[in-house]
């Protein structure tokens, strides 16, 4: 890990150039920040989606062989997940599963889009995890239904609490790049 102010990678210079502003910040675990990292910014440009595509692939084969187990599908939660895990499902061929925020009251009226069969092996492609409270719901969405969830892998993690919070539940936490490896030292 580098604990320098400067990106550690081409891509993480990339998406930090990007996705960081900087100024006063609430996140969605009601801290305030200095810093912010726009997942929207990264998340909806082809070219950096292509890069981190094998990246999260590579991922995957991790959680693989840490369990033992067969990953079936990838699951991303709403908004900024769905291009992660996308461009994660085109990479690896899994298909993948879109965990909404809450149940629709229409149609019909699911809360998951995709298939998810009972004992499934799962991996949730998550963007910027600040205490993991985000991903951890939609993990127990995927669960209500039977899914077997392993990990999950974020893009970037900002080293506020959410590997423990994620392993606390029994999950595997993988992070494609610290906040550190982003050039941000607060």
Do not use: H, W
Request: glycine share 10%; with cysteine.
């Amino acid at each position: 890990m580098t604990t320098t102010n400067s990106p550690s990678s081409p891509l993480a210079k990339a998406i930090a150039d990007v996705a960081l502003l900087r100024g006063t910040f609430t996140l969605r675990s009601g801290k305030t920040s200095s810093y912010y990292l726009d997942k929207y910014l990264f998340s909806t440009r082809p070219e950096l989606l292509k890069q981190l595509a094998p990246l999260f692939a590579e991922r995957v084969r991790v959680v693989e062989k840490r369990t033992g187990k067969k990953v079936l599908r990838l699951a991303g939660a709403e908004l900024g997940g769905i291009p992660l895990v996308t461009a994660a499902s085109l990479e690896t061929g899994l298909p993948c599963i879109f965990v909404r925020n809450k149940k629709k009251d229409y149609g019909t009226a699911k809360q998951l889009e995709g298939v998810v069969n009972k004992g499934d092996a799962v991996v949730l492609v998550e963007d910027v995890a600040t205490t993991g409270g985000q991903a951890l719901e939609a993990v127990a969405s995927l669960r209500e239904l039977g899914a077997d969830v392993l990990a999950i892998i974020a893009t970037i993690d900002r080293l506020e609490g959410a590997r423990e919070n994620v392993e606390r539940e029994g999950l595997i936490f993988e992070a494609l790049f610290t906040k550190r490896e982003l050039g941000v030292g607060e």
